[in-house]
């Protein structure tokens, strides 16, 4: 089989026919999917059926080349090791030539967060109007509920559950959780939907023309609340998700739970925030005790050091 002629052709939809159906992936993952086979496609030149680990690393070191950063190579070569998966779950390559290739280490950067008193700045939003009110309820559900900002934009009053101070989340790969709402958000939130009654398109948020509220309205509002409240409007929604799973971390101790609050499928995505709690009491201790490091590039140089603790 070539992958070049129009039966290759066929082979590539099918797999990200396989991404979008089978796997839930979002489109816009899957055109990255795309993108990155192509280009791989593209350097070989040759029927990419018969490529070899080397071929591999050989297009990993074009990529460096290029001026790829590790991150993007890393996700490049999971593309290609996925669209070989497939092919040889098909019977259309005797093996995967990219699965023993490790891509490039990837430095990974904690998250920003905020500490419990510029959050609760951040929150101390007075709902004098329609558009503060609307404010209020976004920040209550992002830094109480922690939920992504493709989830927030996307829910209906039907999620709602304000009896059980609850919210049904639809999340990454179509995986529904339900999630606590604290009680200053239902307030809100009661308040919010008694403005929605002679609307009646079903979003929580709703937007322009009957459809919801688009998640770059809800990013520059953000931005816009922060330079109020706080002086800087480098906030984003992501930032507050990590703040919610940080802080509830540094009250709770409980990372399997936070992992189901989160939506995470992994554990390991959500150990990153035992290191940001490690962090915060590592700051404490370098202020207060005498035996400290006092050198705090010391103390990241450490952190550093060792990252599968993540």
Not at 146 to 166: C, I, Y
Not at 199 to 212: D, E, I, M, T, V
Not at 241 to 256: I, P, Q, V
Request: glycine share 6%.
């Amino acid at each position: 089989m070539s992958l070049q002629n129009a039966n290759g052709r066929q082979w590539m939809e099918r797999f990200l026919f396989t991404l979008a159906q089978q796997r839930n992936y979002s489109d816009r993952t899957v055109t990255a999917y795309s993108h990155d086979v192509e280009r791989f496609i593209e350097f070989f030149r040759e029927d990419p059926a018969d490529a070899n680990a080397q071929d591999i690393l050989r297009f990993t070191a074009h990529l460096k080349r290029q001026g790829q950063g590790n991150s993007s190579i890393s996700r490049c070569l999971s593309a290609v090791r996925s669209f070989y998966n497939f092919l040889l779950t098909q019977g259309e390559v005797p093996a995967n030539p990219a699965a023993a290739t490790v891509g490039p280490r990837i430095k990974r950067r904690l998250p920003k967060v905020l500490d419990t008193d510029q959050a609760a700045q951040l929150l101390n939003v007075t709902a004098s109007d329609r558009q503060s009110l609307r404010d209020k309820v976004l920040l209550e559900l992002f830094y109480g509920s922690g939920l992504r900002l493709s989830e927030l934009a996307n829910l209906k009053l039907t999620d709602l559950d304000m009896a059980q101070g609850m919210v049904q989340v639809l999340g990454k790969g179509g995986k529904e959780r339900r999630v606590p709402l604290g009680r200053q958000c239902v307030s809100a939130l009661r308040q919010w939907t008694e403005t929605l009654e002679s609307q009646g398109n079903g979003w929580l948020f709703p937007g322009r023309n009957g459809k919801n509220i688009s998640p770059r309205t809800i990013q520059n509002r953000l931005k816009k609340i922060a330079a109020v409240q706080l002086g800087d409007n480098s906030l984003h929604p992501h930032m507050l998700r990590h703040t919610y799973a940080t802080h509830l971390l540094e009250s709770s101790g409980d990372l399997r739970g936070i992992q189901e609050l989160l939506g995470h499928s992994d554990i390991a995505t959500t150990q990153i925030y035992t290191h940001l709690d490690f962090q915060h009491l590592a700051r404490v201790y370098d202020s207060a005790h005498p035996r400290a490091q006092k050198n705090q590039a010391d103390r990241a140089a450490v952190i550093d050091d060792k990252p599968d603790a993540l």
